[in-house]
């Protein structure tokens, strides 16, 4: 079966500090990744995904993720956060042709205005 | 541009009640999901369906029944609602492509047993 693990559960970050959330998953075959975030109370929206192709992938709101296949890796990343970045971000990876979704843990974070 | 629709959006139940959410999405897709979440624990897979018809169990089941009657509605039936189920409940649907599948989320539906 397929599992996704995130690293760091809990991030405090100020605002414009950069960010970078693990996320590393077991699959020996091909895969779509995801990040979804959730904020407060609301249900969780896609932020990126990666299906094939360039590996760096970019998102909405300045996000990036990068596929490093070899090490079954997709971290994301953002070079400057703000205050309204605060929520909690999911990593999920898809079996490609698969119709199940396996989802990480979960990292919640806060921006210190 | 409603995507996936689910009710109620709140509900507190008392043990050994029943209860159905409902959750319909007018995307046509072929995939529907229901999942929990639980602090810290992620999303859990309660029950999937890959089409009209077809049902099939996921992580954590016990408790909860489907039904898929039709390709836009995917009802979740709780039965003895018991404290354990106090949890936030997530629709969601997806549509399988040649070029990859992704996921797309309901608001969700938080219900408390008490």
């Known amino acids: 079966a397929q599992s996704v693990s995130q690293h760091n559960h809990h991030v405090i970050l100020s605002e414009a500090a950069s960010l970078e959330l693990g996320c590393n998953y077991s699959?020996?075959?091909?895969?779509?990744l995801f990040w979804y975030v959730q904020y407060p109370g609301q249900h969780l929206q896609l932020l990126l995904k990666?299906?094939?192709?360039?590996?760096l992938v970019k998102g909405i709101k300045g996000f990036e993720a990068e596929f490093i296949k070899s090490k079954f890796s997709f971290n994301l990343r953002k070079p400057s956060v703000q205050w309204s970045d605060t929520a909690e971000y999911f990593c999920?990876?898809?079996?490609?042709?698969?119709?199940?979704?396996?989802f990480g843990t979960g990292t919640s974070l806060t921006v210190i205005p | 541009n409603a995507g996936v629709t689910q009710t109620p959006k709140f509900r507190i139940l008392k043990i050994g009640q029943s209860m159905t959410l409902q959750c319909t999405q007018d995307m046509n897709h072929n995939y529907m999901y229901w999942y929990r979440q639980d602090p810290g624990m992620g999303l859990k897979l309660i029950y999937y369906s890959v089409g009209a018809g077809i049902t099939d169990k996921g992580e954590v089941p016990n408790g909860y029944n489907v039904s898929r009657s039709t390709t836009e509605d995917f009802p979740l039936r709780l039965e003895l609602a018991a404290p354990s189920q106090t949890s936030v409940y997530f629709c969601?649907?997806?549509?399988?492509?040649?070029?990859?599948?992704?996921?797309?989320f309901g608001e969700g539906s938080w219900l408390t047993v008490v």
């Open positions: 999920a990876v898809n079996a490609n042709t698969g119709n199940q979704f396996y």
């Open positions: 990666y299906f094939s192709g360039d590996p």
């Open positions: 969601a649907s997806s549509l399988l492509r040649e070029t990859g599948n992704t996921i797309y």
């Open positions: 699959y020996g075959g091909t895969v779509n």
